[in-house]
């Protein structure tokens, strides 16, 4: 089942993420000392191979205290490692589309998602809801291979240069581990019905075939719907899950006593 990823984990992933390409760039000479001017310009690389300069995100007017919640506080120092990563990913969408990333805009969107997720995870403490080490180990290999890393120990090691211990990982990914519990005890059993998996399947192929009627994307015969059946069931329980605990953090700030002091 696809799981519902609080903003810690987006995080984690991110920094990880960013680890691997570093990594890669410093690689010594092979297949990527042979890339094209294609494939540089599709890694975001101009044709002598230089990559352009990514723009530094406005740290200047962040609080020391983004938000309290329920007396919990959001530092500072916690915001800026969420919103670093979020601001590189959108800069990199920027390139792609021109549009101008609006940094007041993010600022109040991650730290609105981080309340949320505060709360989430202070509603999972008060149900008592707990995490065994195993939980949170299936989530370490996890994250590990989805970053294409070798083993854990890279991944760990990829995350201390970010400033992050194990122990400190540990602690986070124990809280997502109570949180994925808390929506899977909110959502119940979700089994997408056939004809929702038809719709979604129907929708993509149409949307498939209009992109190609325009000259964009290789033509080629799209997958059977069988073939693709258990992704768009993953991505329509995922959908509803991110549904459910939206809705589960709106309901809790509605009692709760949440200040954000962007």
Known sequence: MKKWLTMISLAATMLTVSACGDESAEGDDGEGAENTEEGQAAEGQSADGET???PEPDLEDVPDVVAEINGEEISKEEFEQVY???FQQASMMQEMTGE???EDELKQQIAEGMVSERLLVQESENREISASEEDVDAMISEITEANGMESEDDFFAAMEESGMSEDEIRAELEKQVKVEALISEEAGDIEPSDEELQEVYNEQIAAREEAQSEGEGEETEPPAFEDVKPQIEEQLVSEKEAEVAQG?????????DVAINL
Do not use: K
């Open 84 to 86: 670093t990563g979020q």
């Open 248 to 256: 589960l953090a709106d309901e809790l700030r509605e009692d709760a």
């Open 52 to 54: 352009p300069e990514m």
């Open 100 to 102: 101008e990333v609006n």
